[in-house]
Nanobody, 117 residues
Framework: DVQLQASGGGSVQTGGSLRLSCRVS????????IGWWRRAPGTDRELVSC????????YYGGSVEPGRFTFSRGNATFTVLQMNNLQPEDAAMYSC??????????WGQGTLVTVSS
């Protein structure tokens, strides 16, 4: 079975940093598109960042200010989302996912990020 384990959430003050990790078991991520999504209470889930399977291009969601977040593949089973200068609007439940070439998407449980002003 494919399983994703997200971790690294927590509570920080405005301007703080967090490093979220997503560890995958059951497969290696070489042929998977991978991503981080977030959902704040009362809102729809939105894309934070994703990395294409083929060309490895990294994309960031429209609500993510360029340069504050960095998404990278740590290795074949591990991804990292570095979040800097966190703002109250970044507070949300963050979830990682992986999508195979058939379009089947696997989700990990979320990790909660809270940002206090």
């Amino acid at each position: 079975d494919v399983q994703l384990q997200a971790s690294g959430g927590g509570s920080v003050q405005t301007g703080g940093s967090l490093r979220l990790s997503c560890r995958v078991s059951g497969v290696t991520l070489d042929d998977y598109a991978i991503g981080w999504w977030r959902r704040a209470p009362g809102t729809d889930r939105e894309l934070v960042s994703c990395i294409n399977a083929g060309d490895g291009e990294t994309y960031y969601g429209g609500s993510v200010e360029p340069g504050r977040f960095t998404f990278s593949r740590g290795n074949a089973t591990f991804t990292v989302l570095q979040m800097n200068n966190l703002q109250p609007e970044d507070a949300a439940m963050y979830s990682c996912n992986a999508r195979d070439i058939r379009g089947i998407t696997y989700w990990g449980q979320g990790t909660l990020v809270t940002v206090s002003s």
